[in-house]
């Protein structure tokens, strides 16, 4: 059994900064693909970035520019520096890993509201 626990999130002003982290804690797994996802109000879930186990990064259109992911392998811990954010990135935000067995995991979510 994996367990992830996500931080980071809150309420920021238009153009202001955040930085989510998730660390994945259980024993004996190994990772493959960590990354971010988010759903607002009255949305589907969609994908905000995601690290692909050999390096490859994909964005969605709406974060290009804006939003930059990254991991920390020795600690199975991913980020999510997320810059220049506007209202449309208000949302809950959540951490998913997949494993090489093919294993996936969500973390609980954390609340990202960016108003003025």
């Known amino acids: 059994q994996v367990q992830l626990v996500e931080s980071g999130g809150g309420l920021v002003q238009p153009g202001g900064s955040l930085r989510l982290s998730c660390a994945a804690s259980?024993?004996?797994?190994?990772?493959?693909?960590m990354g971010w996802y988010r759903q607002a109000l009255g949305k589907e879930r969609e994908m905000v970035a995601v690290i692909v186990g050999g390096g490859d990064i994909n964005y969605a259109d709406s974060v290009k520019g804006r939003f930059t992911i990254s991991r920390a392998n020795f600690k199975n811990t991913v980020y999510l520096q997320m810059n220049s954010l506007k209202p449309e990135d208000t949302a809950v935000y959540y951490c998913?890993?997949?494993?090489?067995?093919?294993?996936?995991?969500w973390g609980q979510g954390t609340q990202v509201t960016v108003s003025s």
């Open positions: 259980g024993s004996n797994f190994f990772t493959h693909d």
């Open positions: 998913n890993i997949r494993l090489f067995s093919g294993a996936a995991y």
